[in-house]
Each structure stands twice: as structure tokens, then as C-alpha cells.
């Protein structure tokens, strides 16, 4: 079914500390959201278990990576069944600084799904473009390719698990933004790609990634194709986080 979700990814920034305050806030606030918004908190692994206690059920909690592999001989790895025994109902997969800093092709991201999904969480995986795939004018080229190539496993039964986060690199971290009507052409381009793949394209949320804030989360998420957004820097500040999923219309 397609949902409507607000993920913060903390990356690799958090505490024990804000993991009580932050999460313990959005908890509080999340009881008067009125849009039906899934309110998703994605920390580092090691806090996962703070943030799932101070969550008490009213807030999901999310991976940002898990191994390809099932359990062994892999230090520092994490598993996605790890992940599901600690609390979490979703796990980010490919997200693009795993793919320019570690390496994940395509084809990693293609096993790591369909462990998560083998595994019964949500996967939320990651496409988007460089600046220089867009300027070449390959923006949507290369995001098809990622998809099609990244969601290659996934099983006809598995599709209501599947959540596309697409975040044009360029737009990550950086204050640059893609205007609500480029996010909305590619948003539609992925779900025809999806189409394509045989998946329910129209039940499959997909989200917007990259320099959301509380100023420019409405406008994005007024946009038909865009379900809600994948926030990273925002997702750290209480407040702002709160006021992004306080953007999110209610009824779309
Ligand atoms: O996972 C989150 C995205 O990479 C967006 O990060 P950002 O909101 O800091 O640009």
C-alpha cells in the first residue's frame, strides 16, 4: 500500500543523549499529527535500541545498512535479521554514500534487498543522480538503471515492502534543492520505471531525499508523485523534524 513517510537518517551523528531528547520529543509531537504520515527514525546501529525504547511503538525505527551476508564470519557487519530482532520495520539499502564511499554497486544493493526483504522489513532504497549525470543530461537514464538492476530480486509478493527514496546526489547536504517540479518529473519517471519492472507502481511510495527543511517540505510534498521525504541533516534538530512531518498534506 502506499504510504505516506517521513524517514530522519541520522547518518553517522547521535548520542545516547539525543537519542532520549530528540526521539522522546518527536514522540510527544507525533500523537497530533492529523495526516497519517509513518514517522520513521533511522540511527546509527549502535543506538537503535535507545531510539526503538524511547519510541515505545508510536514511532518506527529504522537500519541505515545491513550486511548482503545472512550471519557469520563478517566483522562489523550487521545483519538485516539483527536489525528486525531489535526492533526496526525498515532498513535503507543503497543509499548514495554507500555507493561513492563503500563501493555498493547495483548489484550489492540487488542482494541486500532482497535479504531485507527475505527478512520481513521495509526496504527503502536509494537512487538518484551526480551533478554530472544530470548536466549530461542522463539524470533519469541513470536512475532507471538503478532500479531496475537494484530492485532485480524482489518477489511479486514483496512489492508492499518496497519504498524508492529518490535523492539526487547533488541535493544531499549541500542547501541545493531540486525544485518541487524537477522532483515531481523524476518521481513520475520512477514510477513508470517501476511499471516497467512489473511492479504496483502506483502502491509504491516514493520518496524525496536532499536538502529537505521545514521551509520547502510543503511545497515538495504537495507534489503528487512525492509520498514524503528521506531527511539527513534536519532529522537532527527536533523541532524542524517535527515541522516536516507536520508538512505533509492530509488525505493525498
Ligand atoms: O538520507 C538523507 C539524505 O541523504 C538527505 O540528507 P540531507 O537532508 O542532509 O541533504
Known sequence: MRRKIVAGNWKMNGSKDLAEKLVGYVRSEAGSLDNGVEVVIIPPAIYISDV???AAGDLAVGVQNVS???AGAYTGEVSSG???DQGCGYALVGHSERRQLFGETDEVVADKVARVLGDGLVAIVCVGETLEQREAGDAEAVV?????RG???VEVSQWERVVVAYEPVWAIGTGKTATSEDAQAM??????VLEG???PSKDVSVLYGGSVKADNAAALFAEPDIDGGLIGGASLIAEDFVSICRAMPAGS
Not at 532507471?144 to 531496475?148: R, T
Open 144 to 148: 532507471a538503471a538503478q532500479i531496475e
Open 82 to 84: 539483527m536489525a528486525v
Open 68 to 70: 548482503g551476508w545472512q
Open 197 to 199: 519492472i512489473g511492479a
Open 151 to 153: 530492485l532485480a530480486k
Open 52 to 54: 526503538v525504547a524511547q
Open 187 to 192: 518521481h513520475a519517471s520512477i514510477r513508470k
